[in-house]
């Protein structure tokens, strides 16, 4: 069955960074990250996987009475955001959660996990 794993995390932390500081914080990042999509790539090796521009970017649409709204987005009550996403075709729920553990931002942020519908 096809997992979506969406990846919300607390960006603040690190978006408040120096450029230098924020790439040395990454660099010691991606070895974990690399290993938690190597852990993917072998239940699914077509599993997908995107991270997405700072929230600064987004926009939210909004249609109310028929009248389009566009505000700068995303607004949440909550200072986690949406960071990325995988796709990937797992065995079975509890599998997806041992996946979706093993997803850095899950110490600290959090991975919810739910199926795709098709």
Same mark, same amino acid.
């Given at each position: 069955? &096809?997992?979506?794993?969406?990846?919300?995390?607390?960006?603040?932390?690190?978006?408040?960074?120096?450029?230098?500081?924020?790439? &040395?914080?990454?660099?010691?990042?991606m070895?974990?990250?690399?290993?938690?999509?190597?852990?993917?790539?072998?239940?699914?090796?077509?599993?997908?996987?995107?991270?997405?521009?700072?929230?600064?970017?987004? &926009?939210?649409?909004?249609?109310?009475?028929?009248?389009?709204?566009?505000?700068?987005?995303?607004?949440?009550?909550? &200072?986690?955001?949406?960071?990325?996403?995988?796709?990937?075709?797992?065995?079975?729920?509890?599998?997806?959660?041992?996946?979706?553990?093993?997803?850095?931002?899950?110490?600290?942020?959090s991975?919810?996990?739910r199926?795709?519908?098709?």
């Amino acid at each position: 069955m &096809k997992y979506a794993f969406l990846i919300y995390d607390d960006p603040t932390s690190w978006e408040s960074l120096p450029e230098d500081e924020a790439l &040395k914080f990454r660099a010691q990042e991606m070895p974990r990250w690399e290993a938690a999509m190597g852990e993917l790539a072998s239940v699914d090796p077509n599993f997908a996987g995107y991270e997405l521009e700072s929230r600064s970017t987004a &926009k939210v649409v909004r249609v109310r009475d028929g009248e389009r709204m566009v505000t700068d987005g995303p607004f949440a009550e909550t &200072k986690e955001v949406i960071g990325g996403f995988f796709v990937a075709d797992v065995p079975d729920l509890d599998d997806a959660i041992r996946l979706g553990a093993q997803i850095p931002s899950a110490e600290g942020g959090s991975i919810e996990i739910r199926p795709v519908l098709g």
